[in-house]
């Protein structure tokens, strides 16, 4: 039985068995009986350091869903993560971080970027998403938006549609005003030249 720990673009998580590229927390988001029906509770977040981390770290082996542990949600590749609001992890993936910290034009403690970060992506009290508007052309490469027909990415100057199983054909990026999933302070960081993890068929 697949668990809900698969992140899409637009925030939702979804009980599905694609499996994801990287890893991501947010605190326990899941009861003490999880690990048996796979569910999550009503909450989306515990903590602002929403995180993006590598499957395989120090040979590190986690039990998913366990009690009084963090929830282990796992995203398609890194540009699903930043659309859904995380960040590199600075442990596991060190030469990331510094670069998108670098690349969003941040210089003081992490806790302070995390506080802009969320502020930027979450709804409070409702566990949605934010959403910002901006012309289709202006957005850099490694940005999602939402479409008519579902969340897509910007990447070597065509729109990829994506659906939970992955990118669908190409298509042409159309000018215009659309709706932006990637938070703002991300957006800086992919504009200034952080390149993120693409899995493209």
Same mark, same amino acid.
């Given at each position: ?95 990331? *971080?510094?670069?998108?910290? #670098? ?5 003081? !403690? =992490? ?5 802009? +970060?969320? /502020? ?46 992955? *990118?669908?054909?190409?298509? #042409? ?5 659309? !709706? =932006? ?5 991300? +957006?800086? /960081? ?12």
């Amino acid at each position: 039985m697949p668990r809900q720990n698969r992140v899409q673009p637009t925030g939702d998580v979804l009980a599905i068995p694609t499996r994801g590229a990287f890893l991501g927390n947010r605190g326990v988001l899941h009861d003490e009986d999880a690990h048996e029906h796979g569910q999550l509770t009503h909450r989306r977040w515990r903590h602002k350091a929403w995180v993006c981390c590598v499957l395989d770290f120090k040979n590190r082996r986690r039990t998913l869903m366990a009690p009084n542990r963090y929830t282990e949600l796992f995203f398609y590749d890194e540009s699903v993560a930043l659309a859904a609001g995380h960040r590199p992890c600075a442990e596991c993936r060190r030469a990331d *971080y510094t670069a998108f910290l #670098s690349a969003a034009g941040h210089t003081g !403690k =992490v806790a302070q970027f995390d506080g802009q +970060l969320h /502020a930027a992506r979450a709804i409070p009290r409702t566990f949605g998403q934010y959403r910002q508007t901006a012309d289709a052309h202006s957005l850099p490469a490694g940005a999602f938006i939402l479409t008519d027909t579902g969340p897509a990415l910007i990447w070597q100057d065509a729109l990829h549609p994506f659906a939970p199983t992955g *990118y669908g054909p190409p298509r #042409s990026v159309r000018a215009g005003v659309v !709706k =932006v999933l990637t938070p703002a302070p991300t +957006l800086k /960081a992919l504009h200034a030249g952080y390149v993120p993890t693409v899995r493209l068929r």
